[in-house]
């Protein structure tokens, strides 16, 4: 049996090692689990109760519309019901997206060595991926905007993934100012919360070009249920209504999300011990020699110098059961990513660093 051409083209790769699939080939569990920038506070309280709320009702199909949601989430931003749209995860908004924008043989745009998942989902409608070269370990905004003067779309992490930096509002709008009106920014904005005095991009709901997509999975800790949202021009979430799942988001992850986004306390409190631990964090890394990244996010990039120094730094805290990540593309593969962690994991952390 034959595949279509457009699968048929796509390399086989893994994005994401999963730690369950490491733990297997190492023969024993983590005793850290710090790869893949969950929350390590825990979920909110109050998301975790809507949740479980939630399960009386099981036998229930879920509001397809999710308007209970989307209506305390646009109360929350500002920005009419009819911008938002709700998914699994940012991963699926950004496949939505893709199909719904790209036509094979369209040219897209991102940062290479960004996240991946949005290279997959790029691949999967047979455009052509333009990847831009990080400048000075952060995505070069003036050569992305230049690289997209005849793309379809344009794809941005902000704050990045895996460089941990944040572009100011001031620079984004200049960038935006600086793409045709016809291509489509893809705002990925996952680690949006953790910023503590920058102001982000003010929403902009009657521009077309400009899409914004975040999730409860960091700074809210609700990983495991897998719940994104857009916020966007009308007539773009109106034609996603064509294409989307639309029992794809459960009732227990709505329910979930009401309570956490109507109870922002959580966030709160997260944002300021995710300060306090990523400079721990970045504090432990100096000590070793290693140069921390700027970073607005959960998570702290350190420049190991060489490929061969972040992959012996790699190697060894693997060998010390200490679930991290490496980027892969130059110039950031000369670097190790780091989750930040309680300050028990990070004083267990310092111990094992240093295990031989």
Request: hydrophobic residues 40%.
């Amino acid at each position: 049996m034959t595949y279509s051409k457009i699968v048929e083209s796509i390399p086989t790769v893994v994005p994401f090692i999963a730690p369950e699939e490491l733990e297997e080939r190492l023969g024993s569990p983590f005793l850290l689990r710090l790869g893949a920038n969950e929350s390590p506070f825990g979920s909110s309280s109050f998301g975790v109760k809507g949740a479980k709320a939630a399960l009386d009702s099981l036998q229930n199909y879920a509001d397809p519309r999710a308007l209970e949601l989307r209506g305390v989430l646009g109360k929350k931003l500002s920005v009419p019901i009819e911008s938002t749209v709700l998914a699994g995860g940012i991963d699926e908004l950004l496949s939505l997206f893709c199909r719904l924008f790209l036509s094979p043989g369209d040219h897209v745009v991102t940062t290479l060595g960004s996240y991946p998942t949005f290279d997959f989902a790029a691949m999967g409608t047979g455009a052509t991926i333009i990847k831009v070269p990080y400048k000075d370990l952060r995505p070069d905004l003036d050569s992305l905007a230049e690289a997209a003067q005849n793309a379809k779309v344009v794809y941005l992490a902000n704050p990045d993934n895996p460089s941990g930096w944040y572009h100011e509002a001031e620079a984004l709008k200049k960038f935006i100012e600086g793409i045709p009106s016809s291509c489509v920014l893809l705002l990925d904005e996952a680690y949006i919360e953790f910023l503590t005095t920058q102001v982000p991009l003010a929403f902009d709901c009657e521009s077309p070009n400009v899409i914004r997509l975040r999730t409860f999975s960091k700074i809210f800790g609700l990983a495991g249920l897998r719940l994104g949202y857009a916020v966007a021009h009308p007539d773009h979430i109106e034609a996603l209504d064509k294409i989307r799942l639309h029992f794809g988001v459960s009732s227990v992850a709505q329910a979930a999300g009401i309570l956490a986004v109507q109870h922002f306390g959580h966030t709160i409190l997260v944002r300021e011990r995710n300060a306090k631990a990523r400079e721990l964090l970045s504090q432990m890394g100096v000590r070793r020699g290693l140069a921390p990244l700027p970073s607005w996010t959960n998570f702290v990039t350190f420049d190991c110098g060489s490929k061969e120094v972040a992959e012996s730094q790699l190697e060894q805290l693997l060998q010390a059961r200490v679930f991290i990540r490496k980027p892969s593309q130059p110039p950031l593969d000369r670097c190790i990513r780091i989750t930040v962690g309680t300050p028990e994991e990070l004083e267990l952390l310092d111990q094992l660093w240093d295990t031989e």
